[in-house]
């Protein structure tokens, strides 16, 4: 080993050390753990926090679930990842959601066990605030037991310029309507470079942060993600873990940090590489050392796999995201993992840990700690809407599963 490469080894694993220890470390110390660390190790440092954090329940993974109702792929922004949108003037591919469909998919969500709903779409040039308003309240008047978890900065900003209103006006009025919580959609990348790259019309991310800001201290928490693998550097990955840190410092608003691996099918960024699954499960790890304050890292099987969701309960993540009843979005890019809940129940448990299906808030809703006691039926399963892609509104799929 030359002199150069002995001193960055004492040096990361110096600062591995610390971070284990719970010692905050920079973004500089974050970018050469990230890069140089022993995968191994790395993981058991994101480990050692993660059982410190919980202890006397670090025995538990959790799981929610929820169901994504899609309510229009109608977009004015355009990402170029984006396999889900279609522009406003392709009314071929084009297609909204009336309120009685989304009434049912959340009669279907309650009657399946769902506790969350995740109301997703693009950013219709018709849909201010009273659009959501009134759905938000429709929902919650006909279901009140439902959480809706859902939306994020960029559909408030979209929201706000439709309807002429500040932001501030724009969260409350939707808070007051139902909204419980934003889901930290369109965070994707936040350092300017990558962000530009894939979506050029979008907020920036010291935006989407400032509306984040804005929404917690109204009283609204949210998570947050991270958009892997469209051509960002280290360095950039760093820097949004950073950016999402300095705010979470201010505010203790965000819930979750949840990356996922973008998607490469049906889009515009031809020619890019998804992160390695190497590269996520660092990331989860390093997202575990680096985000000190932020409560929960969440590993994501639907883009990752199973397998490596499993590993990343080993790499620092407590949670393992949600059995989706829908989804559409990141299944038109080519995600294409399923389960259902018993599966998901006995992948937690093969991975060392005592299942638990939580709230939006993280409590333990119910804790599978004896197996003759799990659900006796699979008919909770995560799938994609044909009918969504296609354009219809009547879901034969999830039907059948409810009425086996
Ligand atoms: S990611 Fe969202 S905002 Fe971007 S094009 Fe797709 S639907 Fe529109």
Known sequence: MTEKAELASLDVAAVLDRAAAGGRIT???????????????????????RRRKYAGIEHIATYIIERNINYTNVCVTACK??????APKDTKKGWTRDLDDILRRCAETVELGGTQIMFQGGHHPDYGVEYYESHFKAIKDAFPQLVIHSLGASEVEHMARI???????????????????????????????????????KESGERWLEIMETAHKLGVESTSTMLMGTGETNAERIEHLRMIRDVQDRTGGFRAFIPYTYQPENNHLKGRTQATLFEYLRMIAIARLFLDNVQHIQGSWLTTGKEV????LHYGADDLGSIMLEENVVSSAG?????????IIDLIRKAGRTPAQRATTYEHLVVHDDPANDPVDDRVVSHISSTAIEGGTAHPELKLIASN
């Open 335 to 343: 995600a294409k993992h399923r389960s259902n809940r018993l599966e």
């Open 27 to 49: 973004p500089e110390e974050a970018l050469v753990l990230y890069r140089d660390a022993p995968l191994h190790a790395l993981g058991a440092a994101a480990d050692a926090v």
């Open 309 to 312: 969701g499993q590993l990343s």
């Open 163 to 201: 309807s002429k209103v500040s932001v501030e006006e724009a969260i409350t009025r939707i808070h007051e309507a139902g909204l419980d919580s934003f889901a930290g959609a369109g965070a994707e990348l936040l350092p300017a470079r990558p962000r530009k790259a894939i979506a050029p019309l």
């Open 81 to 86: 990842f984006c396999a889900f949108y279609a």
